[in-house]
Structures are given as C-alpha cells and as structure tokens.
Nanobody
Framework: VQLQASGGGLVQAGGSLRLSCTAS????????MGWFRQAPGKEREFVAA????????FYADSVKGRFTISRDNAKNMVYLQMNSLKPEDTAVYYC???????????????????WGQGTQVTVSS
C-alpha cells in the first residue's frame, strides 16, 4: 500500500481543514487507517484511527469533538476533518495503514505498516 497525504496548509485559530489520504492497492478496504502528527522537537503522536469492516473510530483526547476521521473504500481514501483548530494542532500530519483483523483500532505508530509522506498543518493564533 502506498499512501499520499494532502490538504494541509495555514489556517487561523478556530478555522477548519480537511486532510485527505489517497491509498493505492486493491485491499485498502481491509486496512485499519490512522492519522498521526509530529510537531518540531516532539514525538509522533496518535490523532485518530478507523477500523476496517465496521468503521469504528477512536480519537486522542486532545482532538475529540473537533476532529472526525472517515473513509471511502470505493475511492481508496481516508479523511481527517479538523474543526476549531488551535495553535497546538500545528504539526506535520501523517496517514498510516495497518494490517489488522476486522474491527481493530491501532493507536501506536509501531502498529502501522505503511506511512504517507506527511502534510504540514499550521494554525496561527
């Protein structure tokens, strides 16, 4: 699976962005997908994940209620809708794919097998 993230940019605090991740491969629908982010000088942190099969979702507490992860298996796409953005959301955002059993949510970077190249999100105050 090859992943390509896009949709990042510069936005004011309180604004919104939608990140997209395009995946190649015929078996995209059988991968759990996740979004991570990494700010300068910090470790990569979990943001959101969505399972395959039942589409369960899970969010980091820091983004719960503001971000929404979704997937469109017909288009091999996964999205991250980000609302009410804060300056602390500034980071490079990565999408990732994990080979898992159906319904599984993966929250650690080591659980993912494929990564996109990242897209920069900058939120100004």
């Amino acid at each position: 699976v090859q992943l390509q993230a896009s949709g990042g940019g510069l936005v004011q605090a309180g604004g919104s962005l939608r990140l997209s991740c395009t995946a190649s491969g015929r078996t995209f629908s059988r991968y759990s997908m996740g979004w991570f982010r990494q700010a300068p000088g910090k470790e990569r942190e979990f943001v959101a994940a969505i399972s395959w099969g039942d589409g369960r979702t899970f969010y980091a507490d820091s983004v719960k209620g503001r971000f929404t992860i979704s997937r469109d298996n017909a288009k091999n796409m996964v999205y991250l809708q980000m609302n009410s953005l804060k300056p602390e959301d500034t980071a490079v955002y990565y999408c990732a794919a994990a080979r898992t059993v159906t319904g599984s949510i993966v929250r650690t970077p080591l659980g993912y097998h494929y990564w996109g190249q990242g897209t920069q999100v900058t939120v100004s105050s």
